[in-house]
């Protein structure tokens, strides 16, 4: 079994060759492939070809482990290890050519479902910033080598919280309607576009917080890695795990005081 450092450090090596991929590409112009659960929800050509490398080069180098990509589905391994991953977190800034995107790579102990995986390692690279976010579990998180700590003692009326919305539009309005009702209550709302980077913010200090529902494994995996290793709480509803029904990300404190609210607001929307 490799050790956690050595399975971060291949995360690392393939999230870096996807994300020289994906920028040549974006260079090169960005052409959608296909719509997903809706108009808005694209895959580019990039998408799926920056998926095929990084499924390549891990099974060159993990020939035992499972896959859980977003554009090319699931491959089971034997090793009891999964690799999950978004080989362009972000795609409508990539499209449009706003610097916010990131290919995300995280490896999972036990089924790949966050409900009771456990993320063992990841990388999160933006191709556009040159910035390489990286973590193992118990092992902290850095961004270009250098360590990283979450925001300490941000009480919620300075907090700046990060959020995100799905593709559909009526879960959109319902999203939309939580951050009316959070908006007068924080410093500031911030909606970047990619929930990796956005965890990854947290980690780096650039958000105090971060909240979404609606994510797939692949946005988060990774990105609540980097959150809990620099210091943060992550979790859904209720005491439960993050996963599709909520994420908050916050660092403890801010965490006891958003979570409550957003827990309130989404176990009503089932
Ligand atoms: C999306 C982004 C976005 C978040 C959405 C995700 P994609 O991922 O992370 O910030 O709000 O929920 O689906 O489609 O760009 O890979």
């Given at each position: 079994m490799p050790s956690n450092a050595e399975l971060r450090d291949i995360a690392l090596t393939v999230a870096r060759r996807a994300a020289d991929l994906a920028y040549l590409r974006r260079s090169e112009g960005v052409e959608i492939a296909a719509s997903k659960s809706?108009?808005?929800d694209i895959v580019t050509r990039a998408d799926r070809e920056v998926e095929q490398l990084v499924r390549e080069a891990i099974a060159a180098s993990r020939p035992r482990d499972g896959f859980l990509g977003e554009e090319s589905g699931g491959g089971e391994g034997t090793s009891g290890l999964t690799w999950v991953v978004?080989?362009?977190?972000g795609t409508v800034n990539y499209f449009y050519g706003i610097p916010a995107y990131a290919v995300s790579i995280a490896v999972v102990e036990g089924d790949p479902d966050p409900a009771t995986w456990r993320t063992i390692a990841g990388a999160v690279v933006n191709p556009a910033s040159g910035e390489a976010f990286t973590a193992s579990a118990g092992g902290g998180a850095r961004l270009n080598g250098r360590e990283l700590h979450v925001n300490r003692d941000v009480p919620l009326e300075l907090a700046l919280v990060g959020t995100g919305f799905g593709y559909d539009a009526r879960k959109r309005e319902r999203q939309a309607a939580f951050v009316a009702q959070l908006i007068g209550q924080v410093r500031d709302v911030r909606r970047i576009g990619a929930a990796s980077l956005d965890l990854c913010s947290v980690a780096a200090g650039r958000l105090d917080a971060y909240f979404e529902r609606g994510l797939n494994p692949w946005d988060h995996a990774a990105g609540a890695l980097l959150a809990r290793e620099a210091g943060a709480l992550v979790g859904g509803l209720g005491a439960g795990p993050e996963g599709e029904d909520l994420l908050v990300a916050a660092p403890p404190g801010l965490y006891e005081q958003l979570h409550p609210l957003a827990d309130a607001f989404y176990s009503e929307w089932r």
């Open positions: 809706s108009l808005t978004d080989p362009i977190d």
